[in-house]
């Protein structure tokens, strides 16, 4: 394939993943009860965009599967059948295969047959079972062959444009010199699944500007949808067309007249014409058919469309003389504009009305160059802090203009970083719909009723946060299906309703971002934690621990409740992986449960992964940075509070509490511990809700925001930094990694308090 | 570097040749990306002692591998002819830290002897070849043990 195909196909792609977002969208909002006609509307437009942007490719499988869909949405949409909670989950389930079929399509994989039957046979049962169905002929049984045969019929028509297309055009042309300037009709298609006798029509005139060949448009395939979308008359008017000697290759001679019978509305026939509106003079009239019955005996429902497979030329003169002369029809070109609107759509006002609406202000950026400008902005920031500091160093930092300049200069700077930033963010949607599915999967794998609830959804998070946070809620959502809610039987016997709740909420919090997933089932039971704990030796017999040190056992490596390994979860990457991919984000996990309530994971993460606030320190003549939202506060050590604790520890006392001091030089290996710790500064961390330590640093320096530079790709991972940074002087400062210095603090301070060691023990 | 070998004996490279103490050592001048003079590097804490640390180039995070250290010769104290060299080795860029750069010499490949196997010493798991040059043997260093050891020591 060629290159720029590549790129339409890839650019289809990505319209595919908005398509499907807001497909889900719909789907989620439709099954919740809203019966606005416009959501359906958004939810059929969604698959048929989608099946006709793959067949414009050639994907046989996903226009199949997509065109069942869209019949069925279809359905809906007319109002014929009112889906009940069943028929919404087989939509929920049938756009999971249209992803997966995407998704296949796009990494030319496959997706297994059988589950794409599965949704299939569920969609035809419910498409069965629509007993006043216009749309499918009711007549025989048999007529449900003819859809099984239309199915493919976009991707035959699409695949065989090259050939199928001119041999169509070419005839047609060349047949036009000899028919005399007269107009020519040609049955287009009666695909049986449209055509819906008696039903309302619409007389179109479609006459194309040369405009619209050089775009590369094709009034061919315009015709071949209309055609799709019900019995379509086409007459061509060729009495323009010139001598051959005088015509001009490049303009445009021919019109159309099409009359088409449809259930569809105008808005519809008006969307086939979307992308040429401009590059044609195109009229719409609905018009009243009053014999509906004019096609009947020379198109038996049985014959296949005729349109793609055979050349067109001999029903031309057949059709011209049968159809064309007896047709009662008012004349093609002074159709009556009666507002005739179809009777099956109840939303059709609204839908001719609304057209104007949406001016989507969009535009698609590659990732990489969005980063390369946050690279930039990044630089930005660090070269305002040299700037300042060489003002500074210059002795003109007093300069009343040059410090207003300098302000400026640095509220610029923030600004352009925060809309940088902007730029990257992205509402949590996308990730929330998956995990739907997920749920969906799950309480189908293991027979639980589960209504799944999500909110915040435009909360806006950084891509990358929102990519590496797929594992992790994946897990957590497989989590609580699977444990967390009680069985149906079992919450019936609770009092509680046998349909289980999976909540999953997202929110700013303090320049944090907070998800939430929880559930109402039986809660941590922390007997068996405790148990299972002990048993594998994770914690010594006879341990006395509080309810949140024992929720909290769970993120310990290798703890797994589940009696038995399911296949959902517990499959022995537990929850230490979730928190160790939390961590790595630079966010916090948190757990909260309550017997026969449910349980409630909290995770709180950074806005962003490029920018932090810090707080510059000293230590051992080192600069450092200490990520200001792990310090509490901080403290000056003095004999009055300092406790010596064993030989070789001391603790803090601090009000009622005690907290263990750190010596950073110590922990960093950069300074042996100091005689005295009596008048030093400290801060008090707590990088995570019940670990905290307070920790002895020679001075702090000053507080700014840093830009992360990460040491993963340089170097590799270093115990107790997260990352580095570029200060004001151009020196790399590193930047603290406050849990995993309290973690892993060792050697001579470290502190015997039972709750160091249990926290120490958890991460 | 040893795929190099099996090329045509007759093809030349040109090598960067440096010299720690008293040795001299060569490489690639193609994984060579820039030449730049000592700046105080920032240390790491719990790194091996070879790594000096990291500096600021152009807002990126260098590592700085102190190559008298790795390769195991007695350290010289910094001067100011001490000099950074910027390699580039499969993806990961990283500096040496030299004494002195001294020359570019252009080697025909045949030139090239395997270095004797001497298992007493373990410093010559760094010296893919030596050439010998106007009466001097320099070693050519093997770029490959010199970082990815650095890499699995610091994980």
Known sequence: MSDPMAEIKASFFLECEELLEQLQDGLNRFEEGDDDPETVNEVFRAVHSIKGGAGAFGLTALVDFAHIFETSMDVVRSGEKSPEADDHKTFLVASDILCDLVAASRDETDVSPE???????????????????????????????????????PDVGSA????????????????????????????GNTSTQNAVPGTPGFSIHFRPDPSLFTSGNEPLHLLKILSELGETTITCHCDELPPIEQLDGEESYLSWTIDIRTTHSEQE???????????????????????????????????????????PTPPIPEVETTVSKPDPQPSVTTAPSVPAVAPSQPSKGKETTAKPAKTGGTVRVELDRIDRLVNLVGELVINQAMLSQSVVEAGIGSDQNVAAGLDEFMQLTRDIQDSVMAIRAQPVKSLFQRMGRIVREASSAVGKDVRFVTSGEATEVDKTVIERLADPLTHMIRNAVDHGLEKN????????????????????????????????????????????????????????????????LLFLPGFSTAAEISNLSGRGVGMDVVRNSITALGGRIS???????????????????????????????????????????????????LREMGPATTVVQLRDDFVPLLDLAVELGFAPPRSSYDDCVALLISPEEDSMAAVVIDKIIEQRQVVIKGLQDSYGAISGIAAATILGDGQIALILDAGDVISNASGRTRNTVETLQLTGAIA | MND?????????????????????????????????????????????SYVRGVINLRGTVLPIIDLAARLGLP????????????????????????????????????????????????????????????????RVLDLNNTLTTTENQAA
């Not at chain 1, 049962?125 to 003819?146: I, K």
């Not at chain 1, 297309?165 to 040609?186: F, K, W």
């Not at chain 2, 190099?4 to 990306?33: C, H, K, W």
Request: charged share 25%; aromatic share 4%.
């Open chain 1, 489 to 552: 039987e079992d919450r019936k016997n609770k009092g509680k309703s046998s349909q289980g709740t999976v909540k999953l909420s997202a929110s700013h919090k303090s320049g944090r971002v907070l998800i939430e997933v929880s559930d109402d089932g039986g809660g941590i039971n922390r007997q068996v934690v405790l148990r299972k704990a002990i048993e594998k030796g994770l914690i010594s017999e006879g341990s006395q621990l509080t309810d949140s040190e024992i929720d909290n």
């Open chain 1, 591 to 641: 757990i909260t449960s309550e017997t026969d309530k449910g349980t409630k994971f909290s995770i709180s993460l950074p806005l962003t992964l490029a920018v932090q606030d810090g707080m510059v320190i000293e230590v051992a003549h080192q600069t450092l940075v200490v990520p200001l939202n792990n310090i509490i506060e901080t403290i000056t050590l003095t004999a009055d509070n």
């Open chain 1, 269 to 311: 026939i008006r969307e086939v014409f979307d992308f040429v509106e401009d590059l044609c003079e195109l009229r719409i009239e609905s018009q009243e058919i009053a014999t509906p019955d004019v096609f009947a005996p020379e198109e038996p429902a049985s014959q296949p469309p005729s349109f793609d497979t055979e050349p």
């Open chain 1, 160 to 187: 065989s444009t090259d050939s199928a297309g001119a041999t169509q055009i070419l005839p047609d042309l060349s047949a036009l010199p000899e028919t005399t300037p007269e107009s020519q009709e040609y049955p």
């Open chain 1, 115 to 153: 589950r794409i039957e599965e949704s299939v046979a569920a969609l035809k049962a419910f498409l069965g079972e629509s007993g006043t169905d216009p749309e499918e002929d009711e007549v025989d049984p048999a007529d449900f062959q003819p859809m099984g045969v239309s199915m493919t019929l």
């Open chain 2, 75 to 138: 350290p010289d104290t910094d001067n100011d002819r001490s000099v950074v060299i910027v390699v580039q080795h499969n993806s990961e860029t990283v500096g040496l830290l030299v004494d002195a750069v001294s020359d570019i010499l252009t080697i025909a490949r045949a030139d090239l002897q395997t270095p004797p196997d001497m298992a007493a010493d373990n410093q010559h798991r760094f010296v893919s070849a030596l050439i010998i040059e106007n009466e001097r043997m320099i």
């Open chain 2, 4 to 48: 190099a070998l099996q090329d045509n004996p007759a093809d030349l490279t040109e090598y960067l040749s440096f010299r720690i103490g008293a040795q001299e050592y060569t490489v690639d001048i193609m994984s060579v990306r820039e030449i730049r003079g000592w700046t105080e590097a920032t240390p790491l804490p719990h790194a091996p």
